[in-house]
Each structure stands twice: as C-alpha cells, then as structure tokens.
C-alpha cells in the first residue's frame, strides 16, 4: 500500500493509522487540509476488503470534505476517517473510547463526526476520551432537515438560472428517494407548488407520498427517465452515468444525494446537452453547515440562515460557469481551490 504514490494523495496534510489491539480498532484518519479550519468529517465504519480500500476512501473523501467545507463558508478544512470492519460485529464503546484518543493526539486538526456505520450514541463513546466531536445527540441533532432546506434552495436557484424564475408553481420535479432528505425535500417542494414525481424502494413511503403530496409514483427504474424539468437524486450515487444519461428529460440536475456523476465526464456531458447540474457537494452541504455551528454554540436560526446561502453561491457558480464556459462540477472544483488558495495568501501576508 502506497500513501504518497496514491492516486488519490493530494498533498494531504496527515494520514494517521491508528490501531488499538483490545478492541480490534483498526484505523485511518486523513486530514486533507487545514488552512480554512480543522479538518471536520465523518467516521465511516465500514467492511472494507482491503486496507487499500480504506486508504481510498479515507484519501478521497477527506479531499471531498475540503472542498465542501471552502465553498460552504463553514470556517473548517477537510477530514475524514475510516474504521476498518463490520459495525455489528466489533463496534463497541471501548473501540469508540480508543478512536477518540486517536483523535484527541491529533491536537485539534482532525474533528470526527459520524458518517456511514457510525451514529451519535457512537460519537458519545468518542466524546468521553476527545473534545474534537461533532454531531452529538442534543447538539445541533439530525443533520437532514438542513440538508434538505440547503437542497431546496439550491433547485431553486438552478431554476432560477435557467428559466429566470425561481418559482416552483406547476414546476415537475422527480425526487429519487424519500429518506430522511427526501422527504422533507418534497414536503418543502409540495408546500411551494411543484408537482412531484417520486420513487422509492420502499412501497409504503411513495404511497404516503401519493396521498399527502398527491405525487405521482414511478418504479426505481424509471426515475430518472420521468418527464419532468428537475431531477432531483436523494437516494445513491452514481445515477448520472452511460445507462441513465441517454434517458434523462429533465433540464437540472439537482438534489442531495453524494457522488451523483458516476465519472467527471458525466458531468461535462450533462453540460454538452445544456443539462444544469448543481455540483452534490455545493447542494448537499446543508447538514456539515448544520454541524459547524456546535463550535459556535449552537443557534438553529443562525445555523438555517447560513444553510440558504447555498442559494446564493449556487447562482455565482453558475453564472461563472456559464460565462467561462467550465462545467459547473469542475467550476465548483475551481471555486474551492481559490477560497483556499486566497486564503493561503492571506495567511503569508500576515505571517510576514
Ligand atoms: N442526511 C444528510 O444530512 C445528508 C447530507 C449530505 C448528503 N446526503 C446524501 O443524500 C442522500 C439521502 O440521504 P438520507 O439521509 O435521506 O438517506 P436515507 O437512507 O434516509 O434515504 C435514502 C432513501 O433512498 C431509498 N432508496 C434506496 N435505494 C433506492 C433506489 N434504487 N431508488 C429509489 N430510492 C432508493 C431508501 O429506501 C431511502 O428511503 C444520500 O446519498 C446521502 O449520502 C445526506
């Protein structure tokens, strides 16, 4: 296994292994990148195959978090860690009480939250052995209804850029996936007039959707496929990819779900077809906005406003977009590298 050699090393700050043999914890923590802040980001436990697996992810997402965290305004870097194995067979407080203490020897630079595998009781564990923990129970509590209000006001704005109104009266919108984000999405959405198309794996949850939203129901294959001017992923990754592409009628792409383009060239081919894509990481940072705030003590107010301004830097992308005629998930990319890289510079300046 390589580090530096990596494909996915990019100047990463630290990449930490950490391993406590009594509870089984085996560990990865990268912390990308801390000019903006500490390096916040989830804790994903996950069975992964092989250690080079792990490093991948641990690589890729923390460089993911950092670019979320630039253009998201949240005065934190880019982190994240990986816990190697199955939650169900070795996840026990004495695991989370020895991840914390890894997390605490990083000083400050790595906060942990949780993530996939991982749950609030989990990140109580953690706080007993480190103070740099997000996401507490009876903190700033489930980061969804915020994710969700950043991913409305971020359709409204691909709307607004496209069609020159952000009103959603009468407008179709296809909401893949009525989870936690999906749901609250489309009760927002049905509260602002649009009409809704939906689908679930789950039955009982699109019929409900039927009877409150008067949505209409399609089957999980045929989603993307909906007549309908928004496209809206809450669901998985990767639905933007060679099968869906050809079938997609709707002009934005835009909703919560991570990773949507299954390759970056799938998102410069939503551009060749004048397809609007909200870049994920932009739309969706509701919840880490959300999160950001416990260092501040907590104001849900104060945290929601923060959350709409989504809105307003999805409308500067897009128009930079538009008038460089970059892609909008490579101009997000861009828009990321400059926060930071202005922020480097300021940092020098006062340093000399
Ligand atoms: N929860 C957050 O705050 C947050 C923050 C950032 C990004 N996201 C991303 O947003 C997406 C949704 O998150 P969530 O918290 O609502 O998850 P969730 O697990 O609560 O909901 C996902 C929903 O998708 C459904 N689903 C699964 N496979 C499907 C398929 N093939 N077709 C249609 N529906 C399917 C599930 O039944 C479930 O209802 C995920 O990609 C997540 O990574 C969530």
Redo the contacts with the bound molecule.
Sequence with gaps: MSVFSSVHFDDHEEVVFCRDAETGLNAIIAVHDTTLGAGLGGCRFWAYETEDEALTDALRLSRGMTYKAALAGTGRGGGKSVIIGDPRRIGSPDLFRAMGRFVEGLGGSYIIAEDVGTSPADMAHVRETTRHVAGLAGQSGD??PA?ALGTFVGIKAALKHSTGSGDLTGVRVAV???????WDLCQRLHSAGAELVV????DE?TSRAVREFGATAVG?DS?HAASADVFAP????AVINDRTLPKLKAKIVAG???NQLAEDRHGDVLAERGVLYAPDYVI?AG?IINIAHEGKGYDQAEAFAHVETIGKTLAGLFARSAEEGVAPHRMADRMAQEVIAEARKKARLLAA
Aim: charged share 10%.
């Design positions: 980061p969804s994710t893949q996936g009525l989870g936690h984000v999906g689908s679930d794996i789950r949850i999980v989603i809450c669901a998985l990754g919560s779900a991570n969706n919840g």
